[in-house]
């Protein structure tokens, strides 16, 4: 009898809200009339005791009261604590099919109420709304993925778990005459921005398409029918870098910087783009611009180092690093990266002692390299074990008549911009 008495509760506020909806031109100024405040916290601190001890049985149909009475009045609790009394119940395996069945008639309904009386947390109350649609009521599949859309219109940041929900059903009703394909596109394609080391978006957008360069394809499309879309011609270079179609990339790159010349992270791709190219002149007039945007970013100085050294400008390529290990508190890897600076020079020369004492040098940035940053301990080792064979030896002193202490200038014409010594061991 007390289940058949609530299960009556929830029909008869079924047909008091409908009713209210229906009456009602401009729903949003829709109250219950004559409600009294004192019977509201009444019945809400009735709802509320039996909620905190999880009678949620008991609590139910004092909080639909609370709604009927005044959806407004305690907004801030009643719908959160109201959710929680639903879905246990719907879920309990303690609860009659009768009460589950009543349950998911009003569900809906309870969402609208908390959609209109509490939009502080829209975004919230719609996706759980699309969630019960597609799981619980098992609607028709537009009408389910309209709430989702509606969810995502909220808020764009919106979990990606709703968003690979929204993408499944798209995936699953796709027809020669809907669009749902390029939806499901565009959504496993933010997911992949917004989660690239996550694998599963990646092969989600394989599923839709034949391969890669379809789908660079498809966001070039979307762009060139919205060219003032900042975020479709980035999407379009994002794909064309991942299909490694460099060339492609650089259209969008190139009108991104045009349209927001100030935006760091346009400037960072095509930089890269640019440097793997070789097209060394641009690369370095993009890291140039990045020194100038972000004058405390190291890894700008350290980028522009290595297009100096693909320039043979080992003296100014040096300038860089060293400016990049100091803004990085001794940051290791521009000083390793110095050390392949004298090497590439000794090599690049005849082998004799001269060279022996540059690859010395070498060794010398290696060990100060570890010194400063462990982390680059691995590679760094492994240059020092791979030039043993190069570094002048305690025989190679004595017969070029040095002795232990002494400091020998590096000289020569190969090697003038170095302006370095090695002490004698």
């Not at 001269?354 to 060794?363: D, I």
Request: charged fraction near 25%; hydrophobic fraction near 40%; include cysteine.
């Amino acid at each position: 009898m007390k289940t058949l008495i609530k299960i009556f509760a929830m029909f008869l506020f079924i047909f008091t809200m409908a009713s209210a909806f229906l009456a009602a031109e401009n729903a949003s100024k829709f109250y219950p009339s004559q409600s009294d405040s004192q019977e509201v916290l009444k019945q809400y601190s009735l709802f509320s005791e039996y909620h905190k001890n999880r009678e949620f049985e008991s609590a139910l149909p004092f909080g639909w009261k609370v709604i009927e009475l005044d959806p407004e009045m305690m907004k801030k609790w009643i719908y959160y604590k109201m959710e929680d009394v639903l879905w246990y119940l719907h879920d309990s395996s303690q609860v009659a099919s009768e009460e589950k069945k009543a349950i998911e008639d009003t569900i809906l309904y309870f969402y609208e109420f908390a959609l209109q009386y509490y939009p502080d947390d829209k975004e919230y109350f719609q996706s759980r709304k699309a969630f019960v649609s597609e799981v619980w009521l098992n609607l028709d599949a537009e009408t389910i993925i309209k709430e989702y859309e509606k969810a995502v219109e909220i808020n764009p940041r919106l979990s990606s778990y709703y968003y690979d929900r929204l993408g499944q059903l798209y995936k699953a009703n796709v027809r020669d005459e809907n669009d749902y394909k390029s939806k499901a596109i565009d959504v496993y394609t933010l997911l992949s921005e917004r989660e690239p080391d996550n694998p599963r978006w990646n092969s989600e957008l394989e599923s839709l398409v034949d391969n890669i360069e379809e789908l660079v394809a498809l966001a070039k499309k979307s762009w060139e029918l919205n060219k003032d879309d900042l975020s479709k011609a980035y999407k379009y270079a994002d794909l064309a870098i991942k299909a490694n179609d460099l060339k492609e990339a650089l259209i969008p790159l190139e009108f991104l910087i045009s349209k927001a010349p100030e935006t760091i992270n346009y400037w960072k791709q095509i930089a890269s783009v640019y440097q793997k190219l070789d097209m060394i002149n641009k690369a370095e007039d993009a890291y140039k611009k990045l020194i100038q945007l972000e004058p405390g970013n190291r890894d700008h100085y350290l980028n522009l180092g290595i297009v100096y050294k693909d320039k043979g400008l080992l003296s100014a390529a040096r300038t860089q690093y060293q400016k990049a290990s100091d803004l990085g508190n001794g940051w290791g890897l521009p000083i390793y990266y110095e050390g392949l600076l004298y090497e590439q020079t000794a090599r690049s020369c005849t082998f004799d002692f001269k060279a022996k004492l540059v690859y010395q040098v070498a060794v010398d940035t290696y060990r100060r390299a570890i010194r400063i940053d462990p982390t680059v301990a691995t590679q760094a080792q492994t240059r020092i074990s791979a030039l043993s064979g190069s570094i002048p030896t305690q025989e190679d002193y004595f017969f070029q008549g040095y002795k232990s202490g002494q400091i020998i200038p590096i000289t020569g014409d190969c090697y003038t911009w170095i302006g370095k010594s090695v002490t004698v061991p």
